[in-house]
């Protein structure tokens, strides 16, 4: 391996410790770490969270609050040692040698300055350059970051413009004096699917463009194989595995990195194929880790008397790909099992909607209006909405924020009613009926699992009397020893220990919180739960587990789930059927393998387009939607996808209705292109030839 | 923007509409009637009745507020001036104009002769104390807020709640012992009237000082809490690691932010202090509108409390609409609702 002259290194990370000091002591939150960043390259950390990633790129801006701090070793940026930089030098080069894109745009700009004086003051301060000149540069680095009409965004406040737009502003101001070091701490968490796409196609290209070099700090490997050349995996505080795209992720080494793998869904298998493998356990507290291997009491393979005794050293298996494991020559891993057992539909439709949809009248107050004399505007939310589902069956909903989605789950469960159509639960039309005149046993048939477990669960119940509470009220039992022994056998359907039943919500973990909420919502054997992103506030590992409780919970009481997702490879994995939408309307329907397969709605296709997939062997048709979704006050007339599509064929696709076309098998696609042309496509997935 | 302007002026309308015929009303409880008071303890049975009917005070109470709010609006001559009534009342500026407020029976002077010297008088005051309490409140709000926990916020927090749990008549009390009786620096009254030997300057020095302690430890609290929480924002972060020095972090990110949820409190403060001083007036002998309205209230003098009321709500609704508008300017996510 040649050595590289400490100027061909951006960053030097050598063996460093950063702890943070509270009242229970000093707190190793990074035990010790290393890492070199040539220039020009790009380096990937991922890892759950709690592992340390956020601390290591706050440890390189030097930026650790009042009470953390580097212990021990070094970080050299450009062969300056940060830690002993004056307030002065630091300052410097803050902002400007390195700069940072943060997870959640909105919060990182400031609300009550405009963008434009957000970015000049970089130019202002770092290069003292006159007002005139920092707004004209500004507006030119805006045009980079390919913002529709810059000038006027200058002038505009950050909550006047879109979530991607907000990121661009951050990553244009990051790129203002052209840094030679980006951290980019999880940017596109934030975001919808199809605008994470494009905010990674600009650092992809901004990187290209101005050889910065980047640290990207993810938990989705799928964003980690578009954007870096090489990628560390850290767990609890420490580098587990690194080494090139292609050595962790097609020569995985660590088990950890293995457990991360076995638990993502991937786009090429569903719930009849594969199971996915959680990774028992969660991760250790920085003040609890064992002795020995950090990852021992979570790994399978672990070995008493081996994993932990003494430092795990980091060991390199090839050049440039280590590994810290003791028992590495020793483990291989198995992939899945495969298990072959499809669950056909029973063809008795539990839901049936016709036609529904919920509109939201708005009363325009402006002086504009009073003059049109046109005051009552309506927000379409949801349009002609038809759909069946079967006992039994799962059935996802799709879509990017603001396709109604979640109205549609309100509808349902009666928290808003229909203005129209039809909704035929159990042969009972609820469309007009709200939750407060439903009957006890038409509340207990539908239930729900919310995506916040926090906020769902009431903090001064226990477990307990949650659960038993659903069973007292829906009268499954009454008396209170048999309340108790129901809650007793829901804990266990959930996996978690009866003496869990005592226990109040702030004692559990995340992943728990969610199991009492599938306890919660099953406990009245209901004929349909509704899932509203039931996983997306959680972890890899736990995601997996609570995907994999909900797909047998689902199977042991034969209930109808509707799962409510905008992340399309959890969707591909628990689903029998799909349904897209987009801005209040289904844009297409249809069986799981279908929707994956041409022929494609062209919306559709652009979702399948924008999903990250954690293989570097998979090449993705590479669509992009332009703009932003349209307000859903006075949507567009003819198709609502018509201003953004790309496939867009003229005059028709903004006046008329798309029919809705059959392409088999109760496979629908609402478009004006006539289905032979749908097919004719190529798929969006395609296998790279290994060898190439 | 208008049209919000526009409908809240007339939300104000409707509030001091609501509020004088609450006032009206409760009047109406009070012992005593006009005539009576009006005409002195001496006055006989007889002489009471002719002003009694006169006055046509038998009328009924809704008939009497018309009255009452058509010589306030100069519809209608007030009563009390008709000289057959041999009262001896007179207004320089006629018997009949807008916002003939009456006649106050405490002052024997038409109310506008009486009440806008003292709204003057407590203008003064409470300006000079807003003046200093603002951006005293401000400047420590900021500075310990900027870092919690650090000595100076800690000893700030305590000076803050102990200043701001002394009543004020204590702490006039204390002031006055050390200033007046032991050292004899400063007078013990402010009357506003006599300035030999003790200065304008000097008699308004103790009003200030004790509304200033009563105060400023209270608004600094709120702008430390606003200023903490802001300061854990991540567009602080963004500003910090932009490599913006921290004072400009501090000036320009933080304050603005910070004011945003003081602001409303501090803008309350002024109806406070116009009206709501009465103890420091009361012990100063300053001749002021709440020390006016003290005494109108123990009088039972109705034009005043009446018209002093009507002044004090529309301080207070004006101070919220102003309030309103500036919040709007402050806090770009709100402007043009």
């Known amino acids: 391996m040649a050595h590289a002259s400490s100027d061909d290194y951006v960053l030097e990370i050598e063996n460093v410790g950063i702890s943070y000091f509270t009242r229970l002591g000093e707190i190793p939150a990074v035990p010790e770490f290393s890492l070199k960043l040539k220039r020009g390259e790009s380096y990937g950390l991922v890892g759950e969270s709690g592992c340390g990633k956020t601390t290591v790129a706050m440890a390189i801006m030097n930026y650790l609050g009042l009470n953390g701090g580097i212990v021990k070793g070094r970080i050299r940026f450009e062969g300056r040692d940060m830690a002993t930089m004056s307030d002065e030098e630091l300052r410097a080069v803050r902002g400007s040698r390195i700069s940072m894109v943060y997870q959640e745009p909105m919060s990182a700009l400031n609300p009550s300055l405009t963008i434009g004086s957000q970015i000049k003051e970089v130019l202002a301060v770092h290069e003292g350059v006159s007002d005139a000149e920092a707004a004209e540069r500004s507006i030119e680095m805006l045009s980079d970051v390919n913002m529709p009409d810059p000038e006027r965004v200058m002038t505009r406040y950050p909550h006047q413009i879109s979530g991607g737009q907000q990121q661009r502003v951050v990553i244009a101001m990051a790129m203002l004096s052209n840094p030679s070091l980006l951290l980019l701490d999880e940017p596109t968490t934030a975001l919808d699917v199809t ?348 995601q997996a587990a609570v995907i994999n409780l909900l797909n047998d919970v689902q199977k042991r009481y034969n209930t109808t789930l509707l799962f409510i997702s905008h992340d399309l490879s959890v969707v591909r994995f628990l689903s029998d059927e799909i349904v897209v939408m987009y801005l209040g309307e289904i844009m297409e329907a249809g069986s799981s393998e279908r929707i994956f397969m041409p022929p494609y709605h062209p919306y559709t296709e652009a979702l399948l387009s924008a999903v990250p997939i954690p293989d570097p062997d998979i090449i993705q048709k590479r669509i992009r939607l332009e703009g932003e979704m349209p307000s859903a006050l006075d949507p567009p007339g003819g198709c609502r996808f018509a201003s953004r599509c790309p496939r867009y064929i003229g005059r028709i696709c903004n006046d008329e209705v798309p029919p809705d076309r059959d392409a088999g098998g109760g496979h629908t696609i609402k478009c004006h292109l006539p289905l032979d042309e749908l097919s004719a496509v190529e798929p969006i997935f395609n296998t790279r030839d290994s060898a190439g | 923007m208008a049209l919000f302007i526009g409908k809240r002026l007339l939300m104000m309308l409707v509030t001091m509409f609501v509020t004088t015929v609450i006032v009206f009303s409760l009047l109406e409880f009070t012992p005593g009637n006009v005539a009576s008071k009006t005409l002195g303890p001496y006055a006989t049975q007889a002489q009471k009745e002719i002003l009694y009917n006169k006055l046509n005070l038998d009328d009924s109470l809704v008939v009497r507020y018309v009255r009452w709010i058509s010589v306030l609006s100069g519809i209608i001559k007030d009563p009390v001036y008709d000289p057959d009534l041999k009262l001896g009342y007179k207004d320089s500026r006629g018997d009949q104009y807008f916002g003939n407020f009456g006649w106050s029976l405490k002052y024997r002077l038409p109310v506008n002769d009486i009440m806008w010297r003292r709204l003057g008088n407590t203008m003064i005051l409470a300006g000079i104390a807003f003046a200093i309490i603002v951006p005293l409140s401000l400047v420590f709000g900021v500075l310990s807020g900027m870092r919690e926990g650090s000595a100076l916020d800690r000893s700030l927090s305590y000076t803050g709640i102990t200043l701001t749990s002394i009543p004020e008549f204590a702490s006039a009390t204390f002031l006055l012992v050390i200033f007046v009786l032991m050292l004899g620096w400063l007078p013990g009254t402010s009357n506003m009237q006599n300035f030999e030997p003790w200065s304008w300057a000097s008699q308004m020095v103790l009003p200030v000082i004790v509304l200033v302690l009563y105060d400023f430890g209270y608004v600094a609290r709120m702008v430390r809490g606003s200023m903490v929480e802001v300061m854990t924002r991540p567009y602080i972060r963004t500003a910090i690691l932009k490599g913006l020095p921290y004072r400009q972090v501090i000036l320009k990110h933080a304050l603005r932010n910070a004011l945003i949820a003081p602001f409303t409190v501090i803008l309350l403060q002024i109806p406070f202090l116009i009206t709501g001083v009465v103890v420091t007036e009361t012990v100063f002998s300053y001749p002021g509108f709440g020390k006016m309205l003290l005494e109108a209230a123990l009088f039972g003098d109705t034009a005043l409390i009446e018209a002093a009321t009507l002044i004090a709500v529309f301080i207070a609704v004006t101070t919220q609409l102003v309030g309103d508008v500036g919040y709007m300017y402050i806090n770009p996510r709100i402007r043009f609702i």
Do not use: W
């Open chain 1, 195 to 542: 605008v994470e796409a494009t905010v990674i196609d600009l650092i992809v290209q901004l990187r290209e463009k101005f050889n910065t070099t980047l640290l990207y700090i993810s938990h989705n490997l799928g964003l980690i194989v578009k954007v870096c050349d090489r990628v560390g995996v850290m767990y609890s505080g420490s580098m587990v595995e690194e080494g090139t795209i292609r050595q962790v992720f097609k020569e995985t080494r660590h088990p950890y990195t293995f457990g991360l793998f076995d638990c993502i869904p991937t786009l090429g298998a569903d719930k009849h194929s594969r199971t996915l493998q959680p990774i028992p356990g969660q991760v250790s507290l920085p003040h609890e880790r064992p002795s020995g291997c950090s990852f021992g009491p979570r790994c399978s393979y672990f070995s008493q008397g081996v994993c932990d005794v003494g430092e795990t050293p980091l060991e390199t298996v090839s050049d440039g790909h280590h590994v810290r494991c003791r028992r590495i020559d020793e483990i291989r891993h198995d992939p899945s099992t495969v298990e072959s057992e499809v669950v056909g539909g029973h063809g008795d439709a539990v839901l049936d909607v016709v036609n529904m949809s919920k509109f939201y009248e708005i009363n325009d107050v402006s002086l504009a209006s009073l003059f049109k004399g046109q005051s009552r505007h309506y927000v379409k939310a949801n349009e002609r909405i038809s759909f069946r589902a079967q006992r039994g069956r799962t059935i996802a909903i799709v879509g990017e924020s603001g396709c109604g989605k979640s109205t549609f789950a309100k509808v349902l469960t009666g928290l808003e009613t229909a203005t129209d159509g039809e909704i035929m639960f159990e042969n009972r039309n609820i469309a007009a009926i709200p939750v407060h005149k439903r009957n006890q046993d038409l509340i207990r048939a539908m239930q729900m699992v919310f995506q916040n477990p926090d906020g769902t669960l009431n903090p001064s119940h226990s477990v307990g009397h949650c659960i038993g509470r659903v069973i007292k009220k829906f009268g499954i039992r009454t008396d209170s020893k048999g309340i108790r022994e129901h809650v007793g056998e829901m804990l266990d359907v959930v996996r978690l220990p009866k003496a869990f039943s005592t226990r109040k919500p702030r004692q559990l973990s995340g992943g728990q919180k969610q199991r009492i909420a599938v306890a919660r919502a099953f406990a009245g054997n209901p004929s349909m739960v509704i899932a509203d992103e039931p996983v997306s506030a959680l972890d890899v590992s736990v």
